[in-house]
């Protein structure tokens, strides 16, 4: 009998065991599932407004919610005697309005109506009354322009048996033996590179105009220009980069046709560097594809820097010799904001919310200490950010335990002490942001691109890629217009004796005053011009 009772208690703990084993595989699984579904119907935006408002719903608890009778109230606003802020217009200002051409429309009365209603006398003019203005929208025009070159010779030494002859200077094309000018190569490299237009497309645009213009032979166009003529400028941007103190990292996937021995599905990367958001003497950023995610890349690149590094939590920044690594605080954030409950009442009182609002502290203080001098920034964090730190790694440790190990929770609590003397390391020094977001917003410029125009043809249309984008986010970063930055090197860079050496290629930088002036200027002037 008493066998039996032990045998039946070891059973009941057996089946004990298996239910609290099924419970977790089943937590774990809703955990995927909600996540799922939140990435394809959910609001993707991570500020704290949206991730904590119960008013925020997925689109699948749009009916539970008109069924639980929630709306939102209209508010009632007091405002105080002449101290109501001034509407912003929508649409255009008039300031964006005065700097283009404009155009009088008179509307006059006929002649034959000019007869006073009254007395029959003839009417005079007493003046024109400003109806409206409007905005003209004028399509793109194009012409071919001949070049032809003038050749002068002397009479007097002909007249003595021999020939003097002098010819006329004639500017390099862009290309040899190609019908392309500069402006015509710049606005297709902008529109795909900035606008996010593939060659298919623009394709389609040119034969409207009336050319038919194959895809074919604008990418051969674009990377044969950025190979010649901006990949040396990328270059010299790589070797400012590297006289910088502090250096921020990311990468991102793309897919390159053509690679040898790989197949067309295999994931190759594409890495973004730049300068330190607080101390970049220039600002420079600079696209490099790589095949593969692996370290030696980044060492590569990095190769004779000596500073600070920031960036996500990615292993292979380990290989970079005499740096140190510095965390983003964002995207540690970011983890918990995944792993976040569906239903958002209550959200924010959750082991994931109260992380994320501690997390949240952190970029308070960093908004306030953003124009703080270096050393008074560090000071300040630790007097404030430090405790903060602390009493959040504090808080992950002590609830470690109580979190599904492999669940989204518990991947971010991992993540983050893993990451402990990286993410604590900006306390030491104030000349490196908490974050990576610059970095980050560089790299979503490439990814909005990617979404249009899918993959590279070929390696050398991915180099092609990374030096374009290059200088269109280099030039975008120092204020420039960026089809009259490409137009600018294209049509002057060509005819340099050596366009290749540093000297020449350090007054194409954005920053120079010549190109500064130039691409900056408000005047519509042509640049082929």
Excluded at 126 to 142: F, H, N, S, T, V
Aim: proline share 4%; charged share 25%.
């Amino acid at each position: 009998m008493v066998e039996k009772i032990t045998e039946s208690h070891e059973q009941n703990k057996d089946w004990e065991r298996a239910y609290h084993s099924l419970e977790k595989d089943y937590q774990a699984l809703s955990e995927r599932y909600e996540t799922l579904r939140k990435m394809a119907f959910g609001v993707h935006s991570e500020k704290t407004k949206t991730i904590f408002n119960p008013d925020q719903t997925l689109l699948f608890n749009e009916a539970e919610l008109a069924a639980g009778g929630h709306r939102i109230e209209d508010e009632t606003v007091e405002i105080a005697a002449h101290k109501r802020k001034k509407k912003k217009t929508r649409g255009l200002s008039q300031e964006e309005l005065d700097v283009l051409p404009h155009e009088e429309i008179l509307q006059p009365i006929p002649e034959e109506q000019r007869i006073c209603s009254k007395c029959g006398t003839k009417m005079v003019s007493m003046g024109k009354e400003k109806i409206r203005e409007e905005l003209i929208y004028i399509p793109a025009q194009i012409k071919v322009r001949v070049h032809y070159r003038e050749t002068y010779e002397c009479r007097e030494c002909r007249k003595n048996g021999h020939f003097s002859i002098q010819k006329s200077f004639v500017p390099q094309p862009v290309l040899p033996h190609c019908k392309a000018s500069a402006s015509t190569i710049a606005h297709i490299m902008e529109q795909k590179y900035v606008f996010g237009v593939p060659l298919y497309r623009q394709e389609r645009e040119w034969t409207q105009i009336g050319i038919h213009l194959d895809q074919n032979t604008m990418g051969s166009w674009i990377i044969r220009s950025a190979a010649t003529w901006f990949k040396p400028i990328v270059d010299r941007l790589h070797a400012y980069l590297l006289q910088e103190d502090v250096i921020q990292a990311d990468e991102t996937t793309v897919q390159v046709l053509k690679e040898a021995g790989r197949k067309n599905t295999s994931k190759s990367y594409m890495w973004v560097f730049m300068g330190g958001e607080f101390t970049a003497k220039n600002s420079i950023r600079i696209y490099q594809y790589q095949e593969t995610r692996k370290g030696a890349n980044a060492q590569t690149f990095l190769s004779g820097f000596s500073g600070a590094l920031l960036s996500d939590g990615y292993q292979g920044y380990n290989s970079v010799d005499n740096v140190k690594r510095f965390g983003c605080w964002s995207h540690a954030r970011r983890k918990f904001v995944d792993s976040l409950p569906q239903k958002k009442e209550g959200a924010a009182d959750t082991i994931a919310g109260q992380c994320v609002l501690k997390i949240n502290k952190l970029f308070e203080i960093e908004d306030n200490l953003r124009d703080c001098s270096p050393a008074e920034r560090q000071k300040q964090r630790m007097l404030q950010s430090k405790p903060v730190v602390e009493d959040f790694f504090t808080y992950i440790e002590s609830n470690r335990d109580i979190v599904l190990p492999k669940g989204n929770l518990g991947k971010a609590i991992s993540y983050a002490i893993n990451q402990r003397s990286e993410l604590t390391a900006f306390l030491e020094d104030g000349n490196v942001p908490i974050h990576n977001n610059a970095c980050e917003r560089s790299v979503r410029a490439f990814c909005i691109g990617r979404r249009a125009w899918l993959f590279a043809g070929s390696p050398k249309g991915a180099d092609a890629s990374a030096s374009i984008y290059s200088l269109a986010e280099t030039a975008k970063a120092n204020g420039l217009n960026v089809f009259k930055y490409f137009a600018f090197i294209l049509n002057h860079l060509p005819n340099k004796k050596c366009y290749s050496s540093p000297e020449t290629l350090d007054n194409y930088l954005p920053w120079t005053h010549q190109v500064q002036k130039v691409c900056k200027e408000k005047e519509n002037k042509h640049p082929d011009l």
